[in-house]
């Protein structure tokens, strides 16, 4: 009898054994999957990208206000291309100073007018879905173009984030300058201050030529 009690006895330890063991196998693989999906969305927003002495991936993109913008078409034409990556949600009066995005379009419109003269072409691409966030609608992001007066200044659609993965885009805003031979000169990922875009812009095309 007393055999019999050791034998349960060791059955039910043995049986308890190998349900812990497979609730850890279990939770184990949990983890690895999820591991496995944090590392691929890590790739996925911080992709190899491109940098200052690289060939500028072309693009085709839908405008705020309409017609589409071809990278080839304007550096067929010789132009040089500021080209941002900004969140389109920043408001002109918005006192959120910890917004980059708010600080770097106050710049670039800056730019755009100074340097449109000498060939430069600045362009802003909107990347609001590039942490998970939700598009704007085509309504909101015309009304972005018009709330921050950006007339001559094209506002950009990246919806799928197809062209900030292409250059590698993971921090808001991330700037590229590109020569009118299609080679990034320069790349900022975050704040570029107005002194330094000038900098590196007048190497390229010179002082400002102010329209009279």
Avoid: H
């Avoid at 000498?118 to 972005?144: H, M, R, S």
């Avoid at 197809?162 to 921090?171: C, E, K, N, P």
């Amino acid at each position: 009898m007393v055999t019999g009690n050791r034998f349960k006895n060791s059955q039910e330890k043995l049986e308890r054994t190998s349900r812990g063991q497979m609730g850890w196998l279990l939770v184990a693989g949990v983890l690895a999957v999820s591991v496995a999906s944090i590392l691929v969305c890590q790739i996925r927003l911080n992709p190899k990208g491109v940098f200052a002495g690289d060939t500028a991936p072309s693009f085709s993109l839908l405008a705020a206000r309409g017609g589409r913008c071809d990278l080839t078409d304007l550096l067929a034409r010789k132009r040089v291309v500021l080209l941002s990556f900004i969140g389109a949600r920043s408001q002109p009066l918005s006192r959120t100073y910890s917004d980059l995005s708010r600080g770097q379009l106050v710049v670039l419109k800056s730019m755009a007018q100074q340097y449109a003269p000498n060939g430069v072409e600045v362009l802003i691409v909107g990347c609001d879905t590039l942490f998970g966030g939700k598009p704007l609608d085509p309504g909101a992001l015309l009304n972005f173009t018009y709330d921050w007066q950006l007339d001559g200044v094209p506002v950009l659609r990246d919806d799928d984030k197809g062209t900030a993965f292409l250059y590698g885009v993971s921090t808001l805003p991330t700037t590229l300058l590109i020569a009118s031979d299609g080679r990034i000169q320069r790349r900022w990922d975050g704040f570029v201050a107005p002194a330094q875009l000038a900098f590196a812009l007048e190497s390229l095309v010179g002082p400002p030529r102010f329209q009279r």
